[in-house]
Each structure stands twice: as C-alpha cells, then as structure tokens.
C-alpha cells in the first residue's frame, strides 16, 4: 500500500490548542474530561461546544504555537517522501474564514486544508470523500470511527488523550515528529 494522500487533524496535533485556551478562559469551562471517560463513551458536547466558544475569540486563535519540528515533518512528509497533505479540522461557521486565512498563511507546506461542522465522528466521510490514505490525529474516538475504512496513526503530545484500547490497535507515537509511514509501506 503506497501512501499518497495524508490527512491530518490540526487542533492538539499540529498546535497546541489547550495552552492557549487556558491562557484565556477559565479552564472550567474547557477543561479535560476524566481519561476513563474517552473508553467508548466520548467527551461530552458541551465540553466540545465550549472549546468551539473560546475559539470565536480571535485572540485564541493567534496564539496557537505549532508543537516542536512539526514544519520539519511536514516538510519531510511532502518533499522526501512525496505525499499530498490535508488538513482537516473542524470550526464554526462563523470562524470558518479566519480559520482558513490562518492555516494556509501558517502552513504554506500543505496541499489543501477542509474544515468540517465542529461535530464529533464526522471526520470518516469527509476522509472517504477526499480520498485521504492515512489520517493523523490525537482524538481517540476520531480515530476509532475513522479505523476500519483508513489506517491510522493515533499521537498525543500531551500524553493525556490517548486511549490504551486503540494504542495496540493503531501505530501510536507520542510525538507528530515521530511519525513515520514505514508500518504502512509493502
Ligand atoms: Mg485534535
């Protein structure tokens, strides 16, 4: 299986989304639900709902810092090893534009960026849709619906999300500069 099309999630993968979100708002509204809770259950929407809040704010969006070599490893992705990258995230309608307007000024190195309805596994069809061969993300219940129709590489910079279940039924890394595509080469 040859990997020509990569999708990648961005929030808590490529950037670190918490930090700055903590920076601003009160962390009780945002804060992480309980690990045990991820196991087949899901984050609750109203935890969802009030990151998606905190991202109306322009300000929060400006301070979204890339984790450490992720440039590098896009660069790596797409020059030495000839993939098409994708970023697929998900906004609000109205932060939709600005959303945009930043990524592709952010992240010149990639081929397209789709923003889906900040809704949870809504990301598999889009996925299918776009022809993506691997996807990259740091949500379990993402990779979980997304798993049996695409390979997947699960990552957790923070150590925190990462669900045991997936991590033996998914290559894990701890860090997206880790990744790389030799378990999906034959
Ligand atoms: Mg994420």
């Known amino acids: 299986m040859v990997i020509k099309t990569i999708g990648i999630d961005l929030d808590e993968t490529l ?7 903590k920076k601003i708002y009160s962390y009780n509204k945002i804060k992480y639900v309980p690990v045990k809770t991820l196991d087949g259950k899901g984050i609750p929407d109203k935890v969802r709902i009030g990151i998606q809040e905190a991202l109306k704010n322009p300000d929060v969006m400006c301070h979204l810092k890339l984790y450490p070599f992720v440039m590098e490893k896009l660069l790596y992705l797409k020059k030495v090893k000839k993939c098409k990258l994708v970023i697929v995230t998900s906004r609000h309608d109205d932060i939709k534009e600005q959303t945009l307007h930043w990524l592709h000024k952010r992240f010149p190195v990639v081929d397209d960026v ?3 309805p900040p809704l949870f596994k809504i990301k598999r069809d889009t996925l299918l849709k776009n ?9 379990p219940i993402e990779i979980e619906d997304v798993m049996n129709d695409i390979p997947c590489i699960m990552i957790s910079n923070r150590n925190t999300r990462y669900n045991h279940y997936l ?3 998914v290559p894990f890394v701890q860090y997206f500069f880790q990744i790389n595509l030799n378990p999906f080469s034959r």
């Open 131 to 139: 022809k993506i061969d691997l996807w990259i993300d740091d949500n």
């Open 114 to 116: 789709i923003i889906t």
């Open 15 to 21: 950037v670190k989304l918490y930090p700055a979100l």
């Open 167 to 169: 991590r033996h039924k």
